[in-house]
C-alpha cells in the first residue's frame, strides 16, 4: 500500500520544495507539479509532491491519519 501525506510547503529552491508538518521536515521534488508557492499543501509521496492540495482538504486528511493512530489502527 502507498501512502501519500498531506505537508505544507515551507521553503522552495528551484524545483525542490522543503515541506512540513507536525515539526517534520522533508525535501520533496516538485517536478510533477505546477504552480506550488510557499504556504500551499502538497501531497508527498516517496519524495515528490504528487499534487496540490487545498488546506482544508489537506487538514481533514491530517485528521484522519491522527485518528487512525489513535485509536492504533496504524503506528505511529
Do not use: W, Y
Not at 529552491?13 to 522533508?26: F, K, L, S, T, W
Request: proline share 3%; with cysteine; charged share 25%.
Amino acid at each position: 500500500m502507498c501512502l501519500g501525506v498531506p505537508m505544507k510547503v515551507v521553503s522552495i529552491d528551484n524545483d525542490i520544495a522543503i515541506c512540513e508538518i507536525d515539526g517534520v521536515r522533508r525535501e520533496a521534488s516538485l517536478m510533477m507539479v505546477e504552480n506550488v508557492a510557499v504556504g500551499d499543501f502538497v501531497l508527498i509521496h516517496a519524495g515528490f509532491a504528487m499534487e496540490k492540495l487545498d488546506e482544508e482538504n489537506a487538514r481533514e486528511t491530517l485528521a484522519l491519519f491522527r485518528q487512525l493512530v489513535a485509536q492504533g489502527v496504524v503506528p505511529e
